[in-house]
């Protein structure tokens, strides 16, 4: 039994996330982004979660991402970041995951990323209230984000779609009053946006 095989991951949380594209992002649907290139962020918050029997709940893993072109293309550049409340047991298992070596849907994702240049441990501020959301990476970014809603006050989802960053649940659709991104360092491009992309969504990764 190799330790794939053994370390099985069950991961049930939120998502948020933006990117530079127009409202709303193509990508999602399969096509090409709207600048011919997408500088995204995501987060998963596990609300609940264990990892080969490790608890982690409570803890964010974000990733900062520049897309070269059709997002199912891949070849995505790409730095991760864990939360830096999580000690060493439970920073090295969900690095396990959200680097795809512990396959399942995480991999499947992961998988389109040809350039990791990063992991790191860092501070993570990750909110949801009443569908406004606030995602800030200490040194990294900081966004807040809005659903659309219908005229019954719900938000508006997307179900379905060609790509999903939580597949198999449907996507809340917005936009992002705030979109920073100083992620220069690793190779990537500082974003400074309104207005533009903002995804939410919840999310059960298991194996």
Known sequence: MTAVEAKTYHLQGRLLE????KTLCPCWVGEDPDPGTCDAVQCWYVDKGEIGGIDVSDLGVALAAFVPGNVLAGNWKAALFVDDRADSRQYE??????TGKL????????ALVG??????PKKITFTVDEGAGVL???????CELE???GPTGKPTTLNDSAFSTIPGSPAFVGKAAVYKRTTAAYGLADIDLSGHNAIQGTFRFET
């Open 136 to 142: 800030s990476i200490d040194g990294v970014t900081h």
């Open 147 to 149: 659903p659309f809603r």
């Open 115 to 120: 350039e990791l240049v990063a992991v790191e």
């Open 93 to 98: 298992a969900l690095r396990e995951v959200f």
């Open 103 to 110: 396959g399942g849907p995480v991999a499947d994702l992961m």
């Open 18 to 21: 933006v990117c530079n594209c």
